[in-house]
């Protein structure tokens, strides 16, 4: 690993892991997170859970699998300029979505309806106990037992009621501090792959037009650059070229900006990280843009009448699944039934959270489909 920066995470200055462990060899902590989470069987299923488009609505459309892969390589890439630590970043990077449910954001806002009074559900919280508690490999540990700084960064939003019951990675949500850098850079990649996948994905499927988008200036200005390098460039390269260099801005943008940031408040160590204010960030103006950018799809992608029915019945199909479960838990499989005794509603909450978009469809058809005789 090349020479890190004083306000890295790296081997030295790590809070380490809950069950002590030997160090690993030929490998770094942080790399030995990375592969547990490869590992996993939460990872693999993000294959089959979606992003915006229902798993079987097209092969071509981002899952959450590839969205993580997309995001631990913009992490790694802006972390590598910035001196920081590049296997942390990736693993925060593939494990940021291990806890959400299948349909995406539909399916989460559903089953936190669900479970609003069974203490809510959150993606966030959810991925934590996926590597903590509900990852089942390890013979000395339940979960995965990842370095402090690993399952920090995963946990991107809490409530001061949840962060009170998690100990020391929720301490930061009630000190009011801020977490590494390799966090704060991981969840910026998130929302740089997020916001530019869903513009091809919109293309691709023809709910959004190259006219419609020439109103937004982060694309705008980029699609003009790449009409008038390449006139006869076929649509497909052409928004191809035009996203790669809309992505290009704002990583450029974000590791300037957050050098200006290290920069003016001097920081030293990680210590002095978590105390000042977020560093990571882009500057006023990409920022704006980006704003408008993620406001654009919400109004015409998210909100489009065709993905709008998907939600629907991705909703109806998770609430159905809930209720089922409640009102009797030995519909649940057997592995569930012990934790269903003590906590009902969190055992179900697990179950639903853990299915892929299609294994959740296969079990509502299951339960309430009617037999023809």
Partial sequence: MAELAPYAVSEHNTRGRNMREEAPFGRS??????????????????????????????????TRLTHSIEVAQIARSIARHLKLNEDLVEAISLAHDLGHTPFGHAGQDALNACMKDYGGFEHNLQS?????????????????????ET????????????????????????????????????NLADE??????????????????LEQLADVNLFAGHLDAVRLAYPRLDDRRLIHETKRR?????????????????QAHAVCDIAEVRAAPLLAAFSAEVY???????????????????????????????????????EE??????????????????????????MTDRY???????????EET
Avoid: W
């Fill in 151 to 186: 399952r920090e960064g995963i946990l991107k939003h809490c409530a001061l009621e949840s962060a009170a019951r998690l100990g020391a990675v929720g301490e930061r949500f009630i000190n009011r501090q801020r977490p590494s850098l390799e966090a704060q850079i991981a």
């Fill in 192 to 209: 740089i792959a997020y916001n530019n996948h869903d513009v091809d994905d919109g293309l691709r499927s023809g709910l959004l037009t």
């Fill in 329 to 354: 838990s030995r519909l649940l499989p057997p592995q569930f039934h012990r934790q269903a005794d003590a906590d009902c509603a969190r055992a179900v909450s697990d179950y639903i959270a853990g």
């Fill in 128 to 148: 934590l106990r996926v590597v903590d508690v509900l990852e089942e490999h390890y013979a000395a540990f339940d979960g995965l037992n990842l370095c402090f």
């Fill in 360 to 370: 959740a469809i296969r079990e509502h058809r299951r339960i309430f489909a009617v």
């Fill in 246 to 262: 809309m992505i290009n801005t704002l990583v450029t943008d974000l590791i300037r900006e957050t050098e200006k940031n290290i």
């Fill in 29 to 62: 902590e942080f790399q030995r997170d990375r592969d547990r989470i490869v590992h996993s069987t939460a990872f693999r299923r993000l294959e089959y859970k979606t992003q915006v488009f229902v798993n079987h609505e097209g092969d071509l459309f981002r």
């Fill in 288 to 326: 704006g843009q980006n704003r408008e950018l993620k406001a654009f799809l919400h109004t015409n992608l998210y909100r489009h009448y065709r993905v709008m029915r998907m939600s629907a019945k991705a909703r109806r199909i998770i609430s159905d699944l809930f209720h089922a479960f409640m």
